[in-house]
């Protein structure tokens, strides 16, 4: 994290390039587990995060500066513990978790992408 100001679009990026970069973990885990009996899948909680700091009043600018990127931090839960379509109690579908994980590293690359954006226009600013 940086602490500054000019930053805080590219700290809170970051923070949402880690929890998809988590999410890529999780489903790869959970691709791996698709014949493991009673195997539930997992996912990341980011988004509902994230969310959360958004909302209320106030512009796009104050809200990601007075964000708690603290409060940002993705955390893993078991998806749908409880429901499983297959007799030997997993819940994962391949086709599913290969979307995901597509839609994740999608998700990844474009965040990152955003940053050396972000830090090419902050350099691009300092003249260097």
Do not use: C, H, W
Request: glycine share 6%; aromatic share 8%; proline share 1%.
């Amino acid at each position: 994290m940086i602490l500054s100001d000019a930053y805080n679009y590219i700290n809170v990026t970051g923070q949402a390039a880690a929890a998809s970069k988590m999410r890529s973990t999780v489903i790869a885990n959970n691709i791996a587990n698709v014949d493991t009996p009673n195997y539930k899948r997992q996912d990341v909680k980011f988004e509902s995060l994230l969310a959360a700091q958004m909302s209320g009043g106030g512009s796009l600018d104050s809200k990601i500066a007075s964000m708690d990127l603290a409060r940002l931090n993705a955390q893993v839960y078991t998806d749908n513990a409880n429901l499983s379509y297959r007799s030997d109690g997993n819940n994962v579908d391949i086709s599913t978790e290969s979307s995901y994980y597509a839609q994740s590293q999608l998700k990844y690359n474009t965040l990152v992408d955003y940053m050396n954006r972000g830090f090419s226009a902050i350099k691009i600013a300092m003249g260097k």
